[in-house]
């Protein structure tokens, strides 16, 4: 294998592997994963057209933020595989930063909220989640008995998705550049949803699931996040298949 990578590596002329430890691929070498897997879908795809195989299923790579995992990706993905022959490998990224994964070769498609494409990536909006900064009655009573003041949202506890959330702190500077409020970390949209709905923190909770959470009253005017969804531009049946699913889907999203 280390032969074979080093003889690649002198045809191109470029490095595709930082060899440390873990084995890393370089930007160079990324394109050329994100290749192969490219062409290894349209064998799969031609496969798929030429000689048909009963009980041979196609494998789809997509990179999907937490919110649209938990609310509304999962039923489309799902009437989608029960009549095509598809799989699918998740992969949960922040919408900030699925994109990324699109770069590195890891996925076919992700839903994103880059709306500038990625090199070799055709985008298309898909919809807008309204988020909105939530807590709990007795949690506003306590902590914001004079509305959402700088002091207030220094101090009052608040929940995070993952160290890649960026949300909240949006949310805290637009009332306090220099807040630096108590901090809980809940790594799961649903969980997030109901760290809140217990009182645990305020968080900027979904509309979507925020109605699965009828004892949550909002703190302050919400923020929509745009969200697309970018592809690999080609010209793959099973691709189209699954945007055309999600296109169909996202119309429920709010």
């Avoid at 969804?229 to 099973?238: E, G, V, Y």
Wanted: aromatic letters at 6%.
């Amino acid at each position: 294998m280390s032969q074979r990578v080093k003889a690649i590596e002198s045809q191109l002329g470029r490095v595709l592997l930082r060899r440390g430890k873990p084995v890393t691929a370089t930007e160079s070498g990324q394109a050329v994963v994100r290749l192969a897997r490219q062409v290894e879908l349209l064998q799969r795809d031609a496969r798929a057209a030429l000689q048909p195989a009963e009980g041979e299923l196609t494998s789809i790579a997509l990179a999907v933020n937490g919110d649209s995992l938990a609310t509304w990706i999962l039923p489309a993905l799902a009437r989608l595989s029960a009549v095509h022959p598809l799989v699918f490998d998740l992969h949960r990224e922040d919408q900030a930063h699925s994109a990324e994964l699109l770069r590195q070769g890891a996925v076919m498609a992700a839903v994103t909220s880059e709306a500038a494409p990625v090199q070799g990536c055709v985008v298309t909006p898909l919809a807008r989640m309204r988020y909105r900064p939530m807590a709990t009655a007795a949690f506003r009573r306590r902590w914001f008995p004079h509305g959402v003041t700088a002091e207030a949202i220094s101090a009052a506890p608040v929940v995070e998705f993952d160290r890649k959330d960026d949300l909240q702190r949006d949310f805290v500077r637009s009332v306090h550049p220099g807040a630096r409020p108590p901090q809980h970390f809940v790594p799961a949209s649903a969980e997030f949803a109901a760290a809140v709905a217990l009182g645990l923190g305020w968080g900027m909770v979904p509309a979507m699931q925020a109605e699965e959470h009828p004892g949550l009253e909002p703190l302050a005017d919400g923020v929509d996040v745009p969200l697309y969804w970018q592809q690999w531009a080609l010209d793959s049946p099973a691709l189209a298949l699954v945007a055309e699913a999600l296109r169909e889907a996202a119309r429920s999203v709010h």
